[in-house]
């Protein structure tokens, strides 16, 4: 019997666009202020793509990192995995267009669709194709334009959302951050809570539903808030538990609300510095914030004195989907 393969991170990358929005351009915009959105969210800015990019132009720049930081070329990859409710198109995939502006071989390459869990998904799949031998390293990406699907005449969402990519290189030759767990749930019931309605097969793309501006992102915060805080904590506690005998180090949860993490945090009695929080500069980017938030803390030193300590990255979103990957860094 062959053993399962160990699997790890080998390299990080990032990348989020120049232009910033702030809070005061949004003031301008919407009957909102910086004090609500503050108080509210704890988001002062996000970064807007420019105008002629899209979301494969975040993730080709974050991958490009990634690789470079792993030491391998895009001709070592074995696969590319990509999570994104903003793919640059319908069809194709954006992990294809990656594949082709990489240069990489003619291997295996898809989008996964879990919404914010979206990351967490992919790198729970890619973990899957390495541990059993099927692949050496896969190029897993978090990249959003979610500008481009939100309407800033809504000031309950318009408020929230950025744009960025994060990418990470799994692998079976890694120094840190080895896989001991995933955990993946759904519950399709709370499909309404956070809904692009138009642009699928239920409401395709008419005149009507442009008009009634249901092609953008429509959210039910308070519904989110009770089941984020909640989820957040279970899943923290999940991995405490499968995880007896290695110390919680950092958690990078995904960039939701300041509140609604600190809400967690609290009632999970952790320290303010063993939970990463960029979500002032980036508000909520999706699939991209748990890997932006991992490259940034690794980069920026926050986990040298982590080794040997569990690092739990925690997603939840539309679907709903939730989930969570335990590494021991
Ligand atoms: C969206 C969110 C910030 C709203 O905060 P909240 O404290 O729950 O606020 P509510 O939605 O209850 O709204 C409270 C009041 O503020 C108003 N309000 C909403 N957005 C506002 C804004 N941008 N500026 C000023 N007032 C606003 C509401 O109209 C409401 O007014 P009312 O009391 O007169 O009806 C918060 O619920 C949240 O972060 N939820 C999760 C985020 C989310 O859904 N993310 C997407 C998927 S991951």
């Keep these: 019997m062959t053993a399962v393969r160990r699997v790890g991170i080998r390299g990080t990358g990032a990348c989020v666009p120049e232009r910033v929005l ?11 202020s ?3 959105i503050t108080t509210r969210t704890g988001i002062k800015e996000r970064r807007i793509i420019a105008d002629d990019k899209a979301t494969s132009d975040l993730a080709i ?35 294809c267009l990656l594949q082709s502006r990489l240069k990489a071989r003619h291997i295996g390459a898809f989008d996964i669709q879990a919404a914010c869990s979206g990351f967490i998904y992919a790198v729970a799949t890619a973990q899957k194709f390495i541990e059993s031998g099927s692949a050496h390293n896969v190029l897993v990406v978090g990249a959003e334009a979610l500008s481009r699907v939100t309407d800033y005449q809504d000031r309950a969402s318009c408020i929230l959302f950025g744009d960025g990519a ?21 519950d399709g019931d709370g499909e309404d809570f956070i809904k692009i309605k138009a642009g699928g097969s239920r409401h395709s793309a008419s005149h009507q539903t442009v008009d009634g501006r249901e092609h953008y992102m ?3 915060g308070r519904d989110v808030y009770r089941f984020a805080v909640s989820r957040m904590v279970e899943l923290v506690e999940s991995a405490r538990q499968r995880h007896p005998d290695v110390a919680l180090g950092l958690v990078i949860p995904h960039q939701v609300n300041l509140r609604i993490i ?14 990463y ?19 940034e803390a690794r980069r920026a030193g926050r986990l040298d004195g982590e080794q040997g300590k569990l690092l739990v990255m925690c997603a939840f979103g539309a679907g709903l989907t939730w989930g969570a990957v335990s590494l021991k860094w």
Excluded: C
Excluded at 166 to 186: P, T
């Design 22 to 32: 702030s809070n005061d351009d949004l003031q301008k915009m919407v009957d909102t």
């Design 262 to 275: 600190e809400s967690a945090r609290d009632r999970l009695g952790l320290q303010d510095e063993q939970v």
């Design 218 to 220: 429509r959210v039910r």
């Design 166 to 186: 994060g990418a990470v290189i799994l692998s079976d030759q890694f120094e840190r951050g080895e896989i001991l767990s995933v955990d993946l749930h759904a």
């Design 277 to 295: 929080v960029n979500i002032d500069r980036f508000g909520n980017t999706s699939s991209a914030s748990i890997p932006i938030g991992l490259d």
């Design 34 to 36: 910086d004090e609500w």
């Design 61 to 95: 720049e974050a991958s490009e990192k990634a690789l470079a930081d792993a030491g391998i070329s895009a001709a070592d990859l074995d696969m590319i995995i990509v999570a994104t409710i903003s793919s640059d198109y319908v069809i194709p995939s954006t992990a």
